[in-house]
């Protein structure tokens, strides 16, 4: 499957943005879903997944309450809903799929990936 995002940009801090991830190829209802940002010089973090079966979700600590994961089944989406936003959420995000359907939080267990929008909170 492969992955199209979109809704990157820049936003002041307390903003929001929405991120897209449309697949093509495959259907996400054979894979869960997960988020991923990288800053400079850091390591790949988990954001959010979506196991597509029974539409669970989890996210990192640092984004729960205000990041939402979603989908679009009818359009074979998957959606980052991103609110209070701050200026350590500036990274570039990734959108990636699972074939075991875990909604794991490590990045290594996902096969596919999009190419990642960058996101810039500014203070």
């Known amino acids: 499957v492969q992955l199209v995002e979109s809704g990157g940009g820049l936003v002041q801090a307390g903003g929001s943005l929405r991120l897209s991830c449309a697949a093509s190829g495959g259907t996400f209802s054979h894979y869960a879903a997960g988020w991923f940002r990288q800053a400079p010089g850091a390591e790949r973090e988990f954001v959010a997944a979506?196991?597509?079966?029974?539409?669970?979700?989890s996210y990192a600590d640092s984004v729960k309450g205000r990041f939402t994961i979603s989908r679009d089944a009818a359009k074979n989406t998957v959606y980052l809903q991103m609110n209070s936003l701050k200026p350590e959420a500036t990274a570039v995000y990734y959108c990636?799929?699972?074939?075991?359907?875990?909604?794991?939080?490590?990045?290594?267990?996902?096969?596919?990936w999009g190419q990642g929008p960058q996101v810039t909170v500014s203070t």
């Open positions: 990636a799929a699972e074939r075991l359907g875990l909604g794991s939080g490590t990045p290594s267990q996902y096969e596919c």
């Open positions: 979506l196991r597509w079966t029974g539409g669970t979700t």
